[in-house]
DNA sequence: ATATAGTGTTAGATTAGTCTAACAAAATTC
DNA sequence: GAATTTTGTTAGACTAATCTAACACTATAT
């Protein structure tokens, strides 16, 4: 089975492709803070080993097994920040750090039962959703809060990005998944937008911050 | 911090303190799966960073640092067994390989929610005790089953080991922590027991077994 | 009290994962 | 298209944790 080490390697290849959709050397190196010549020695060893595709100055394509693999540590990192919230009381903002530790627990039962107890999660505590046993996601089509438009009722359903930050910035202003929100006006100097939701009749959120929410028409 | 590695080694030398009083490299070397010589290194470098007291050819000692860190290893091993027994439904021999991998998690936060939630166990599954916060750990004064005389009741509060092949034992023989029963014969050949419990008016049980079950006269 | 068995040590090698320094290739910009 | 910046590679070294082979010390037993 694959270290730690590879495992975390796997995710992040797998989390980047679906950001940029081609990946290199520097993109790892940044995210996984480590050296460009470490991420060039390992992607050369994931490549023996069959969980990458990988030929120099080429960008590095994940496998059908390293998707896969990639996908079912995904899995066990969002059913187990779901457990910790549902189950054991956590903040949204408190369980990526403790998710990143368990993911690497080699015990399906452990995550058999999490699932169990939660009936079957569809998606983590921001939104995500949680990969099924065989490594399979399905694709949320929603919309960024940014390309809604006036007048928009919509639904806050999940979060581009889950930083620590991010999270308490929502917290302070009693924004969570599920909230039901209308755009009441758009800055055209800045795009920030001007919207209204429960015991919040008035609002303001930069563009940056609406980039991040993704929502459905309610 | 310590590696996982180094707290192993940690744990094995306060496991084996417990059994034999002095503990030397082959001990540790059999305990842990590992080479004599790969022992001796490793002790030399704990030696260094005062998590145990050691000369060549003497016995390893744990200093006051490394008997902390023990402790602090073991209360979250057997924390996480009594939570996965109490909150998600495991046998108490499926937990220990699952806690041997969660007791490495650096996330105060996770163990200290998981001991608020089960209202501050004072044992884990297998009735050993839990050390506090601060590595104390209280001890049990229990009598082995098998240095009781014939006559006596007494409930059954620990276990002395707790391999799965010794559970999965007494689970066949509806034995469990709590249980009540009575001393009825002795074998003076073997010193098997005669005994009797709810629903088992006679059970024989080898010296082995009364050996590894620890009660008190009720 | 010496032979033997058990225990401990040294030396040297290996693997995984990391680094820096220096250079090479590719992409971008002027 | 030449210069510059970015990206990638090679070479060489380091640390943690492990191994085997060979030898040394200690304890046990006749």
Known sequence: ??????ENYLKALYALANEDD???????????????????????TLNQQDWVNYERYKPIVLTRKGRKAAALILRKHRLTEMYLVEKMGFGWEE???????IEHVKAPALFDRM???MDFPKVDPHGSPIPDKDGNIIDQ??????????GDQVVL???????????????????????ELEIKAIEPFDSSMLI???NHPSETLSQKVCDRLLVQKS
């Open 157 to 179: 359903l999940a979060l581009t990005h889950s930083s620590k930050d991010f999270l308490e910035f929502l917290d302070s202003r009693e924004i969570s998944l599920k909230l």
């Open 1 to 6: 089975m694959a270290s730690p080490t590879v």
């Open 22 to 44: 081609e990946v290199n050397i520097s993109d790892l190196s940044i995210h996984l803070k480590v050296s460009k010549p470490t991420v060039n020695s390992m992607v050369k």
């Open 141 to 150: 089509n929603y919309k960024k809060l940014s390309e809604c438009k006036v």
């Open 196 to 198: 209204s939701y429960y």
């Open 115 to 117: 699932d169990k107890l």
């Open 95 to 101: 369980v990526h750090e403790i998710a990143e530790q």
